[in-house]
T-cell receptor
Framework: DAMVIQNPRYQVTQFGKPVTLSCSQT?????MYWYQQKSSQAPKLLFH???????NEADTPDNFQSRRPNTSFCFLDIRSPGLGDAAMYLC?????????????FGPGTRLTVT | AQKVTQAQTEISVVEKEDVTLDCVYE???????LFWYKQPPSGELVFLIR??????QNEISGRYSWNFQKSTSSFNFTITASQVVDSAVYFC???????????FGDGTTLTVKP
């Protein structure tokens, strides 16, 4: 089945230790998104790629970076995780990123910072 | 600026009861799209429905129905004869024409008790 895959599902890292979360998709969608979701809150968009074009949200901290080496893969790098970065990180895709395109989500990676 | 409000933070019902989840939105655009997503305990958001601003026709899909009213800027979601499997967090989202991203409401946590 075509899908959005996130690895790992659970990640524990130490305060200040860089961590990378990965996302892959078999949908061949043009757009990939990274969201941060904390308990009982809406997903908060960090950035998205429209093909190779990177689009950062204005309020995304510099601590968060992303790479998209090809259509299928996208990575979220947290350079120096703080306790406040503990959250669920959701990857999503959409076909062309048009306003009417629905998003397809992965199962998320739950990040714990110790 | 666009905004989505889901005033009901949590709703608890007993199985077979009908339940309506409210969604109120704000936008200055005349062309926009509204979505509902379901996030079960497993974490993966699942697309349920899309509506464009020019189509106020209500929609029914099995036990699910949606009522879109531009006059009140609302896009409410009703589950008829609720089941335990309907327990999840439900998000309403809005995309303005030309935007490659959606604004999500804070979600409504629905618990259906047997």
């Amino acid at each position: 089945d075509a899908m959005v895959i996130q690895n790992p599902r659970y990640q524990v890292t130490q305060f200040g230790k860089p961590v990378t979360l990965s996302c892959s998709q078999t949908l061949n969608h043009n757009v990939m998104y990274w969201y941060q979701q904390k308990s009982s809150q809406a997903p908060k968009l960090l950035f998205h790629y429209y093909d190779k074009d990177f689009n950062n949200e204005a309020d995304t901290p510099d601590n968060f970076q992303s790479r998209r080496p090809n259509t299928s893969f996208c990575f979220l790098d947290i350079r120096s995780p703080g306790l406040g970065d503990a959250a669920m990180y959701l990857c999503a895709t959409s076909r062309q990123g048009y306003a009417y395109d629905e998003q397809y989500f992965g199962p998320g990676t739950r990040l714990t910072v110790t | 600026a666009q905004k989505v409000t889901q005033a009901q933070t949590e709703i608890s019902v007993v199985e077979k009861e009908d339940v309506t989840l409210d969604c109120v939105y704000e936008t200055r655009d005349t062309t926009y799209y509204l979505f509902w997503y379901k996030q079960p305990p497993s974490g993966e958001l699942v697309f349920l429905i899309r509506r464009n601003s020019f189509d106020e026709q209500n929609e029914i899909s099995g036990r699910y129905s949606w009522n879109f009213q531009k006059s009140t800027s609302s896009f409410n979601f009703t589950i008829t004869a609720s089941q335990v499997v309907d327990s999840a967090v439900y998000f309403c989202a809005l995309s303005e024409a030309g935007a490659r991203k959606s604004t999500f409401g804070d979600g409504t946590t629905l618990t259906v008790k047997p």
